[in-house]
């Protein structure tokens, strides 16, 4: 495996607008089988709160049920890795920005940002490092996330 | 006694409000549908078997990512920010684990008029066994106090 190193950014692409329901379900289901705080799903709660609205837990992914995905990274593709076939989470590191609110529109870019090799209990294992970044539609920085996939061949 | 986290004078040492789910085909699939994240490993036995965990279908390391930030709100509050979360996927949410969110304070820090509180968390097991390990950077809008810095 060449080395690779930082990537350049990928073009923009969008998520629909968010709603107050694609909130509220995210809530529903993050919390099972407990009810959601009232923050994610009581506007008048959520009023008096220093967010002044309901907000999106951060955690959020509008980038859900799209009818046209945005292409992944070829360096993210099952074929690139074609010796590598099983593929794990192997973590985050989230930096966040602004919260999301109902009616934003996000923004992502990604980039790789590298990709090495170890040996591990896997066997030689391959770490694929990427960054996404989303922004809403005023241009702020709402979340900065670097991913780490690994992959292995058992 | 344990030293729960005051989210109006944090310290170091003080620890989070317990946060626990147990962990099933019912919450993985309400995760899977909100975050379509429909991977056969996590929704099938045989498929996880060939992914390589023997007991079966696993749960979404994503999923463990959202409990971490749930304990961060139940323990700070709705008007705390929650600026970074950092974590490591470590070990595989078995299908019946009760999953509990630990976390303790290891520095507090002010700023003008804020206060910045690191954490690191894990996501254990019924058994207490690390499966997530993570970090994260909360502030507390309004409790700062310029006077104060404390680090483990």
């Keep these: 495996m060449p080395d690779h190193g930082v990537g350049p950014w990928s073009a923009p692409a969008y998520a629909p607008a968010v709603g107050l329901n694609d909130i509220r379900r995210w809530a529903i289901a993050t919390y099972w089988p407990e009810p959601p705080p009232a923050l994610y799903v009581d506007p008048d709660h959520a009023a008096t709160t220093r967010w002044g609205g309901i907000i999106a837990p951060r955690d959020f992914n509008p980038f859900t049920w799209l009818l046209d995905p945005p292409p992944r990274l070829p360096e993210e593709t099952a074929e690139f890795h074609h010796d590598r076939p099983h593929v794990m989470n192997g973590g985050h590191a989230d930096r966040y920005g602004e919260p999301i609110r109902p009616g934003d529109v996000i923004g992502a870019r990604r980039r790789l940002r590298g990709i090495e090799e170890r040996t591990t209990r896997l066997g030689r294992t391959r770490f694929v490092t990427t960054e996404q970044e989303w922004t809403n539609q005023a241009g702020g920085l709402v979340r900065l996330r670097t991913n780490t996939l690994i992959r292995y061949a058992r | ?152």
């Design chain 2, 1 to 152: 006694m344990t030293d729960r986290i005051d989210p109006d004078a944090p310290r170091v040492g003080q620890t989070t409000v317990p946060w626990s789910r147990r962990t099933d085909i019912q919450s993985w699939n309400r995760y899977a549908a909100v975050n379509d994240e429909f991977l056969y490993f996590h929704m099938d036995d045989d498929a996880g078997v060939a992914a390589g965990n023997a007991s079966g279908a696993f749960g979404m390391g994503n999923l463990r990512f959202a409990y971490l930030h749930n304990a961060l709100l139940a323990t700070f509050g709705d008007d705390a920010v929650v600026e970074e979360v950092s974590c490591q996927f470590r070990a595989i949410n078995q299908k019946g684990d009760v999953l509990t969110v630990v976390g303790t304070v290891t520095a507090v820090a002010a700023t003008a008029g804020s206060t910045l509180v690191t954490l690191s968390l894990d996501v254990v097991d019924a058994d207490g066994r690390s499966t997530c390990p993570a970090t994260a950077v909360v502030r507390l809008p309004g409790v700062g106090r310029p006077d104060r810095t404390e680090r483990a």
